[in-house]
Structures are given as structure tokens and as C-alpha cells.
């Protein structure tokens, strides 16, 4: 299935200072049974965001209504633990397109990857004056630059570039998965193939 292309994003951002926020955080597993890529949004991070009542918990940044955006920044080593592809899908399916943290699991970025949430990783340093920018003006926006590779703090004019897998970019630019990216080169495939002996 195609996503919405990711060129430029500039949004204001949610800030999640939390080190190693494993996958069952982010989706817990008994979350996990349905099949489709709808609904996991209202449980992203649900045992931080709610009560046992289901109540919201009012000092989750998630439940803060002064924060807002479809950046997520997260704290170091984001999305450790299992494997499971459904931690990306709450992300995306909650409204993120980028996620920002100084070190990412390397099976969740490439999960984000996959379904057109961007991670974005930047040095320690960048990541806590981006906390330290959003926690003194909850307004502040951030400008993420696929095309370029960068980011960019706009409160103070901070940017840092970021590495991302060309294959991988070139979906994202393109609001391509996997399969949208063979669909686009068809052609090109059937006259290779025509090249080949059987």
C-alpha cells in the first residue's frame, strides 16, 4: 500500500525524554491481534497514557494538550526489543510521519521505513537541545529535509544531517512500499526479461 510522500515536514513536536522505550511500550502485545493497519494509534504507549480505569493520565506528553505535531522525539535507543512490525503501525496510525532520537533499534527503524514513518537520527547533543527547545516553547517547530537529509531546529537555526538507505529514500520521496516500487519499474522488469535465456 502507498504512503503520502515525505519531502519537507515542519510541525511542532511531542517530547518523549524516556532511554529505551521497547516495542511492548510502544504497542503492548495484547494489542496485537489484528491484522490490519487501523486502530493501533489509540494504544500507542496505552500503559503510560492511561490509567487502569482507561482513564487518561494527565502528565503524559501524549495526553498534554500543549503539545501537538507529527513529530515524535524520543529518547535514546527508541524501539529496542521484539521485532514486532505493529509498534511502527501505532506510530504512523497516531498521525507521526518522523521520529527523532539519538540511536534507533535497528528492526524498528526498518519497520518505520517500510510503512512511511521517517527515523531520524541525531547526536546526543542535538537531541537534548531539541527537548530542551520544546520544553521552554511547547510551540517549537522543527523542519525535517528528506531530500537534503537534515534537520533543523528552527527556534535556534541548529541543524544536523542524517543517513538514510538510498532504496529507502527514494520510497519515501516517492510515497512508495516495496511493492509500489516494483509496480513502478515493471517495465523495466519485463524487458529484462525478455533478455534472459530460458
Known amino acids: 500500500m502507498a504512503y503520502d510522500k515525505f519531502n519537507i515536514l515542519q510541525t511542532s513536536a511531542y517530547p518523549l525524554s524516556i532511554e ?61 526489543g521484539s521485532s514486532r512490525e505493529h509498534a511502527a503501525w501505532a506510530v504512523y496510525d497516531f498521525g507521526f510521519r518522523c521520529v527523532i532520537s539519538s540511536f534507533f533499534a535497528d528492526i524498528f527503524r526498518g519497520n518505520c521505513l517500510n510503512i512511511g514513518v521517517l527515523p531520524v537520527q541525531v547526536s546526543e547533543e542535538f537531541l537534548q537541545e531539541i527537548f530542551g527547545a520544546i520544553e521552554a516553547n511547547p510551540d517549537t517547530e522543527i523542519k525535517v529535509d528528506l531530500q537534503n537529509q537534515t534537520v533543523t531546529l528552527l527556534s535556534s537555526g541548529t541543524s544536523e544531517s542524517f543517513e538514510i538507505n538510498s532504496y529507502k529514500k527514494e520510497n519515501m520521496l516517492n510515497g512508495f512500499d516495496d511493492i509500489d516500487y516494483l509496480q513502478n519499474i515493471k517495465g523495466e522488469i519485463q524487458e529484462f526479461v525478455k533478455t534472459r535465456p530460458f
Open 20 to 80: 529505551n522505550v521497547d516495542t511492548d511500550q510502544i504497542i503492548p502485545a495484547r494489542f496485537l491481534k489484528a491484522t490490519e493497519r487501523k486502530g493501533f494509534g489509540d494504544n500507542l504507549f496505552r500503559d503510560w497514557r492511561y490509567n487502569a480505569d482507561d482513564s487518561p493520565k494527565v502528565d503524559f506528553p501524549l495526553n498534554d494538550p500543549k503539545y501537538s505535531g507529527k513529530i515524535l522525539v524520543g529518547g535514546r535507543n527508541f524501539g529496542s
